[in-house]
């Protein structure tokens, strides 16, 4: 027997196994936290990119002005009738705000020097005479007033104010003067023209590539709302009574072992190829309009499916056996078993899975684009069901539209969106946080 295995083995000294094994476990946790570490510094530098780029979307340069509604250029027959005013274009009403915007500016006493009339009435933008004509229309009797009024400056006055654009870019851009920018300079010092929050960005429609400072997301968050919804009322059920099926009742055979495959396999299939599959059954062969809510919410029911019946399989399998054959040893059916105390004590996962699966939808951008609903869409759709048929876009195809239009405020503007996105997503996870911590039961 040799000295080392006759030596007794203390409890109370480390041997130089115990501390290799000690320092590995050590180096382990050190590479777990410095990985965590890393992820955390990843994603704080991807939200300061986001809201550095994006937080400027929700507000935006207004131009205060008191505008007389000349008579002469928008009735001239004076009988105020509906018809004949819904004639009047915007021509006229860019003029009628153009000559008070020249007017309140030589008031108030601001040098122009180097800018011409043309060039003052540049300041504002091209969505304003359709606000001033929407108001009149809405209150015919304006007609003959002096109102006040506030309306978007251009996108170039605003990107100046918000550090997007500087004089020495104005001198090569010819959307805007560096005279324009100093008169806008001076309209923020006295009170004419101010940066506010822009409640528009979340509730209009989107604008045209002349007029970036007007677009907003109403339409787009609509059309999410009435997907979601879809979503919501078809792949909830039909996925858990799938999967309590396939769980609780199906027998075990080579069938159902080919369903389970298929489901497993449909979980990974890209996002884009049920964008395909979409275009060819609903829109091909079912006929059904491109670019409408319902046909993307089919899409996004197709590929939420999987996930909710991996989801809610995981949860059902999660629920002890001994559960089920108690409540079936005091006379309850399977059946009974199955609903009364099995999905009662599974809905906690069952829930988080549906929320995550939805939240997976609401971000997907391919397939929606396959269906058309990447189309530039002005008016909002009607309530529903009418209005599922009605053309809409969505939050991501949204984002994905601005970022290809080539002014620079629309790439704020798609900041912004990301942001709106971002927060539905972080309510629809921390719903599914607190339903789990809700109707947790432990035993």
């Not at 009988?79 to 004949?84: F, H, L, T, V």
């Not at 304003?128 to 929407?134: G, I, S, T």
């Not at 530039?376 to 239009?405: C, H, K």
Request: contains cysteine.
């Amino acid at each position: 027997m040799s000295d080392q295995a006759a030596r007794p083995i203390s409890l109370l000294k480390r041997s130089g196994h115990t501390a290799r094994r000690h320092a590995a476990e050590a180096r382990f946790r050190t590479c777990g936290l410095g990985a965590i570490l890393i992820g955390l510094l990843a994603l704080a530098m991807l939200l300061a990119s986001v809201l550095g780029s994006g937080l400027g979307a929700f507000r935006q340069t207004y131009i205060h002005l008191p505008i007389h509604l000349d008579e002469a250029a928008l009735d001239k027959s004076g009988n105020r009738d509906p018809k004949a005013l819904k004639k009047v274009t915007t021509i006229s009403y860019g003029k009628v705000i153009a000559a008070s915007l020249n007017d309140t500016v030589l008031q108030a006493g601001i040098a122009t020097q180097g800018l011409t009339k043309d060039d003052i009435a540049g300041i504002i933008s091209r969505e304003a005479p359709a606000q001033v004509r929407d108001m009149v229309l809405s209150d015919t009797d304006l007609i003959g007033k002096t109102i006040q009024v506030r309306l978007l400056a251009n996108g170039r006055i605003d990107g100046y104010l918000k550090g997007r654009i500087t004089a020495a870019t104005a001198a090569r851009d010819s959307n805007v003067s560096p005279a324009q920018l100093q008169l806008a300079d001076v309209m923020m010092e006295r009170g004419l023209m101010s940066l506010d929050f822009n409640a528009a960005f979340l509730t209009a429609p989107d604008a045209s590539d002349q007029r970036p400072e007007a677009a907003g997301l109403g339409v787009a968050i609509l059309g999410s709302a009435y997907m979601m919804l879809i979503v919501l009322a078809l792949a909830l059920p039909i996925g858990v009574a799938a999967s309590i099926y396939l769980e609780e009742f199906a027998p075990k055979n080579g069938l159902t072992d080919l369903i389970e495959v298929n489901i497993s396999n449909l979980a990974a299939v890209p996002s884009i190829v049920f964008g395909i599959l979409g275009l060819a059954i609903f829109i091909n062969f079912a006929g059904l309009p491109h670019s409408a809510p319902v046909v993307g919410g089919l899409v996004l029911t197709l590929m939420t499916l999987p996930t909710i019946i991996i989801a809610t399989r995981a949860s059902l399998k999660a629920v002890p056996p001994s559960i089920r054959q108690a409540a079936q040893g005091l006379g309850a059916s399977r059946m009974q078993a199955v609903f009364h105390h099995v999905l009662p004590l599974a809905a906690p996962g069952i829930l988080t899975g549906a929320i995550l699966g939805l939240a997976q939808a609401l971000g997907e951008t391919a397939p929606l684009l396959l269906i058309g609903m990447v189309a530039f869409v002005r008016e909002y759709p009607g309530a529903p069901p009418e209005g599922l048929f009605d053309p809409a876009s969505a939050l991501p195809v949204q984002i994905y539209n601005w970022t290809q239009r080539a002014d620079p405020a629309f790439v704020e503007r798609a900041s912004g969106a990301i942001i709106v996105l971002l927060a539905f997503l972080l309510f629809m996870n921390a719903g599914a946080i607190l339903l789990r911590r809700r109707f947790e039961r432990r035993w």
